[in-house]
């Protein structure tokens, strides 16, 4: 059964940092591998999808990467500003087409 | 852009009420999901559709319901609504099954 995993759970970094949000899975057998953003209270805003042939995706100052062969998704956010402040979820797309999400990773950038 | 709207951002009801909770894509997209989102417990599947009149249980689809008449809409029922259904429920698409999925705004429903 797959296990989607993200740590840490809550992480602050003052303005202007670059960070790594993390993701892992444990089976390796998966078609995708989702990133998304959810502001308090509202629904989820898809970030990027990196197939699994791919090795990373790239938006503007977000770039996901996948390595399946270990089991594991980066988030790395360049530059972060207090606009980015979020919790941040990752998913991964199984066997039968299903998301199975993380718990996610509750940012916070202070000015 | 995909648009995926849900009938209502906030809902209160009363234990035994039957409730609707309607999700309309504009995409043309095959399929739709419903799921909930609890704290501690994260997102959890309860039912899917790939096509018109088609179902798929998820992972939770204990108390509940779906009805897909057309494309574009996916209703979720709870026939009888109980206190430990209170959750957020969250509506998505996604153009084939493999495929990015799109999330609605979400419904906050309570049930006292």
């Known amino acids: ?111 | 852009d995909v648009k995926v709207t849900q009938s209502s951002r906030y809902l209160v009801k009363r234990t035994g009420e039957k409730v609707f909770l309607e999700c309309v894509q504009d995409m043309d997209h095959e399929n739709m999901f419903w799921y909930r989102q609890d704290p501690g417990l994260g997102l959890r599947l309860i039912y899917f559709s790939y096509d018109v009149k088609m179902k798929e249980k998820g992972d939770i689809p204990e108390g509940y319901s779906v009805s897909r008449e057309k494309k574009e809409r996916f209703s979720l029922i709870l026939e009888s609504a109980s206190t430990n259904q209170t959750s957020m429920y969250l509506c998505a698409t996604a153009g084939y099954s493999y495929n990015e999925q799109f999330f609605g705004p979400g419904t906050r429903l309570t049930v006292l």
Do not use: H, M
């Not at chain 1, 740590?7 to 949000?21: H, K, Q, T, Y």
């Not at chain 1, 308090?40 to 970030?47: A, C, F, V």
């Open chain 1, 1 to 111: 059964k797959q296990e989607v995993t993200q740590i840490p759970a809550a992480l602050s970094v003052p303005e202007g940092e670059n960070l790594v949000l993390n993701c892992s899975f444990t089976d390796s057998a998966i078609y995708n591998l989702q990133w998304f953003r959810q502001d308090p209270g509202k629904g989820l805003t898809s970030l990027l999808l990196i197939q699994s042939s791919q090795r990373e995706q790239t938006s503007g100052r977000l770039n996901a990467s996948l390595d399946k062969s270990s089991g594991r998704s980066t988030l790395y956010i360049a530059a972060s500003q207090p606009g980015d402040s979020a919790t941040y979820l990752c998913a991964a797309t199984n066997q039968g087409g299903k998301l199975i999400f993380g718990q996610g990773t509750e940012l916070s950038v202070k000015p």
